[in-house]
């Protein structure tokens, strides 16, 4: 479901400007997702703030930090108030946990098949995430799992939960 006003437990999808932000579209665009227009995501918590991946680490903000931005909010369709609940409380345990480039080289790693050793349990771990890893992880926490194609766990990434929610809303 696509939303105008967000909900605790929402994912919001939103671009990133600058070099940072070209970046994260190579990396994706590594992934095999294109240049797509959403290169972060965050999961809406309730009172107004929001968690979401950065380079010291997971943190937790005002939502109001991309009011200068186009966002776009996305959620699986009848979502009850009490998964929500659990969304936010799931992610919120992921603060402090350190954002990795690295997962972007992993993932396109996979992509590509290289044979890499311990490559399964490096995009699986919780010790680094991407943005959309931790949005990925802290609804399979609570119990919703957003992907049914057989990836592995913690392989997705901004482009990959506009694609999916997006589907899901028409």
Known sequence: MIRTSPQPGDIGLTNITG??????????????????AYQHAFIVLPGGL?????PGGA??????????????????????????????DCALKYRGVPYSTLDY?????HRFHLPVPGLRKW???????????LCDRAYLDAGVHLFDDGRWSGYVTPMDLYNLLGKLAR
Request: proline share 3%; with cysteine; aromatic share 8%.
């Open 19 to 36: 070099s940072v932000g070209r970046l994260i579209q190579f990396g994706q665009w590594l992934n095999g997702d294109g240049f797509g």
């Open 50 to 54: 929001l968690i979401e991946a950065m």
């Open 105 to 109: 080289l992993a993932l396109a790693s």
């Open 59 to 88: 943190k937790v903000r005002p939502l109001s930090t991309y009011d200068d931005r186009d966002v776009l909010y996305v959620s699986p369709a009848g979502l009850t108030d009490a998964q929500r609940e659990a969304i936010s």
């Open 123 to 133: 995009i699986d771990t919780e010790r680094s995430m991407i943005c959309s890893q």
